[in-house]
């Protein structure tokens, strides 16, 4: 079944391409579409695949398409998942796990890198999942600070699962047993901006709140901040007063709630806990 799916998703990824059609390809309520679909691609091509979709296998990876029942409902939009499938590797009970989003710049400045540092520890020390970007940073210390502290974390790639290693800042504490690697995109794809902008959305999808430690006037964690404010969810923006960064300005004078300690933000995830989870994204 683990290589079905990751052959079903492969398969969709050949033929439509676009995130939209691959989808709908994976959701079509004919079981008997994608082995049509695949017996029409060239004698070459299905080879490749099938020697791909069993590499993946054998190295653990699981795919979690559109239209499966383990599709987490919090990626779910107007009743259409945001995202075709999510390649999974790692401990995969963290996707239904009560988890916080994180994000920031990937040139952070040293107080942002330290506050990043904390708020893992404090999402951390709540029995809370950390979810981020894998990306240089604020990203990397929100992952550290979790397993440091004997948390669990996810990791939302802005690449294919193919293309992740575990970086040298990881080799120490990395445990594969709190850590869960996922991606929307097609296994080989490569870094690209707008990817790292459409997995932000997974970020906060799977979170119960987005903690911002440090954003631009402009950028994608600006934007992080925004869609999820957009979607319902609860946006945390840290406060170093006469220090703010003008993104964390701009996303708090639009309405996201200014913390300006790790005490305040544990205050604020403490108060999810007394809220139902969010549900589907709106």
Known sequence: MTYQAILRALVAFERFRSPKAVTAALQNPNPAFLEVEFKELPTETRVAICAQAETLHNQNVVAINAGDNRFPSSLMSAGRPIVPTLFCKGEQSLLQSPAAGMCGSRNASPLG?????????????????????????????????????????????????????????????????RVLVVSQFHPTQSWASYAAMARNRVI??????????????????????????????????LNFGD????????????????????????????????????????
């Open 113 to 177: 890198l330290k506050a990043a540092r904390a708020c893992g520890e404090e999402v951390s020390c709540r029995g809370l999942t950390v979810v981020s970007g894998y990306a240089k940073g604020v990203d990397t210390q929100t992952h550290l600070a979790a397993l440091a502290h004997e948390g669990a974390t996810v990791i939302v790639l802005a690449e294919g699962i193919s293309r992740f290693r575990v970086k040298r800042d990881f080799r120490e504490a990395f445990d594969p047993k």
């Open 204 to 237: 906060f999808g799977l979170s119960r709140a987005l903690v911002v430690i440090e954003a631009g006037e402009k950028g994608g964690t600006l934007a992080a901040g925004r869609d999820a404010m957009k979607a319902g969810r609860p946006v945390f923006v």
């Open 243 to 282: 220090d703010t960064p003008p993104g964390n300005r701009l996303l708090i004078d639009s309405g996201a709630r200014a913390v300006s300690s790790r005490r305040e933000l544990g205050t604020a995830l403490d108060e999810l806990n007394d809220e139902p989870q969010q549900g589907v994204l709106l």
